[in-house]
Every structure is written in C-alpha cells, then in structure tokens.
C-alpha cells in the first residue's frame, strides 16, 4: 500500500492564484520531499524536509510538516502557467535510509 | 552532463517476450532505482541499488530482475512480459551521502505488453 496519499487529486485555479496540496503518510520518516512532474517527462526535485523541521520555503514554495499528524503540504504561491504539472510527496522511512516510497500525487491545473 | 538517460524510450513487446531496459547516469552516484508508475498508482519501487556490487528488491519485484553492471548503468530485464507490466519505467540516481537525499530521475520508458 502506498505510504503517502495526497489531496486533492486534482486541482484547477487561475494563474496568480495559490495552490495547497496535502501529502499524509502512515509511518515514522526520516524527512519528507516533493517532486514535480511534467507531463511525459520524469520528476524533478522541489524541496525537502526534514522530520524535526517544522516549515521551510523555496522560492514561491513552502512546505509545512507535521509529524504528529503524519502529515505535509505544499504551497505554490502566485501560481504560473507553467506550474501546471503533477506533484508528488515522498517519504524516506526511518531505517530504509536508501528508499523513497511516494504518495499518488496531486495534479495542477493553472490556467490563463 | 547527461544526468540520467534511459533507452528505449518506447516499447511494444508481445506476452512472453524479454526486453532489458537501459538505465545510465554521469553524476557519480552510488545508489540507483528503478520504479514503475501506473495511472493513479504514484511511483513504486521494483528494485535499487544502494552500491555498486549490491541489489535488493523494492516494492513490487516480481517478473523483473536487475544488474548494476558498474557505478554508472543499472539495468532491469523482463524475461517474459505480461501484460500487466505495462507501465512507465523510471530510472533514478542518488548520491549516497549523508545529507544528500535528492533522487534525480530519467525520461522514462513507455511499455506497452500485448
């Protein structure tokens, strides 16, 4: 079964509009990432967090973690045409320090 | 730098038939893996390599096999494809140090069984 799931699993807003996606995931994790998929192509790597970090910002990405509630999201602000992508949480588990298991993924639609 | 690459791109096989996919990657990583992605189903593990010399199975290994050939190409063969291995392949690397999560992934390769 998957570790992560997201929500929504799908989402539509305007450009210049904020997009939040929620990743949850079931067990304890050393850090939590997303990733940015375009589509047929690969995925790229946005940002990482780690499980005693509580916030953390990239550019016009921020990223929340809540380890209490086994929980992540994603905030794209002043969303942009080219955002339109799928995105997906990962987590690396406690003790597999080499896997990544990934949840469903979110897809954005950001239109004109 | 090249990053990941993985050939073939495309690929129709018949039931029964065996392909090996291609996986290569100039970064000088030492772990490598290879998922599979399904509609609605997200990425999941087949197998990895956390080292040159070693592999060990991920989520779903069945049906496939895999060779870290050196530090650079790690490849997954299917010995006799099943339709329901039709996916979407994807290679990733990893540079295995302390500090360094990040996977870099490839094009992927599109495979369609009949």
């Known amino acids: 079964s998957q570790q992560g799931e997201e929500d929504p699993q799908a989402l539509s807003i305007q450009e210049g509009e904020n997009a939040t996606m929620n990743c949850s995931y079931k067990?304890?994790?050393?850090?939590l990432q997303w990733y940015r998929q375009n589509s047929g192509r690969g995925l790229v790597h946005l940002i990482l967090i780690r499980s005693n970090e509580r916030e953390k910002h990239s550019g016009r990405l921020r990223v929340t973690l809540d380890t209490s509630k086994k929980s992540s999201s994603l905030l794209i602000t002043a969303s942009r045409a080219a955002d339109t992508a799928s995105y997906f949480c990962?987590?690396?588990?406690?003790?597999?320090?080499?896997?990544?298991?990934f949840g469903t993924g979110t897809r954005l639609q950001v239109t004109l | 730098n090249a990053g990941v690459t993985q050939t073939p791109k495309f690929q129709v096989l018949k039931t029964g038939q065996s392909m090996t996919l291609q996986c290569a990657q100039d970064?000088?990583?030492?772990?490598m893996y290879w998922y599979r992605q399904d509609p609605g189903m997200g990425l999941r593990l087949i197998y990895y390599?956390?080292?040159?010399?070693?592999?060990d199975k991920g989520e779903v290994p069945n049906g496939y096999n895999v060779s870290r050939l050196n530090k650079r190409e790690f490849s997954l063969r299917l010995e006799s494809a099943a339709p329901s291995q039709t996916s979407v392949y994807f290679c990733?690397?990893?540079?295995?140090?302390?500090?360094?999560?990040?996977?870099?992934f490839g094009p992927g390769t599109r495979l369609t069984v009949l």
């Open positions: 970064m000088n990583h030492n772990s």
């Open positions: 990733a690397s990893r540079e295995a140090r302390l500090g360094y999560n990040e996977q870099f």
């Open positions: 990962a987590t690396q588990i406690t003790g597999t320090a080499s896997k990544l298991t």
């Open positions: 067990t304890s994790i050393n850090n």
């Open positions: 390599s956390a080292s040159e010399g070693t592999t």
